[in-house]
């Protein structure tokens, strides 16, 4: 007999239910999905080295590699910025913020909320055209555009100091 010219799909698709943390258990490791809980369950479509996360509504919530292959994957930072400027609060205490590059965090963990919520706007903003890693290499580049210092620092005041009231 010959072979099928189209491949035959190989799957398993399991029906599991989400933490109020937007997680699901997967491969016995528990896997976060943005808007998950927005749903009373989940699907999972599981292939030998990928899975889907989909909706009730066959809505593709997530599509990432299994657990098991070691792979780095990818932080959806639109969604999770989207979360904050809803809530700027939780900035600090987030999962993410450890995983934030250097000059983005500092960025961020400003104690003026409205601040904050602005910064998260814009950072947003550029993230439609760039990458996360770009962003924090040419982070004066691109924030400093609208000519100001980007943390927000009056250097007039530091230089209008005289010698001694500055150490010297």
Known sequence: MELP??????????ETKVNKFNEAKIDSTLIHIPKASNHPFIYFVLYWDKYKA?????????????????????IPWVSIFKDWIRKPRVVPYSRYQKYLPGRVNDYLMVEDLVVRKERLLELVNLLITHDMKRINEEFYDLISGKNENPFGLDWSEYDSL?????GE
């Open 54 to 74: 989909v909706s009730p509504d066959g809505e593709i919530l997530l599509e990432d590699f299994r657990p098991y292959m070691n792979k780095k994957r990818a």
């Open 162 to 166: 005289a010698p001694l009231e500055r």
């Open 5 to 14: 010219t189209e491949d035959y799909p190989v799957f398993k698709e399991v």
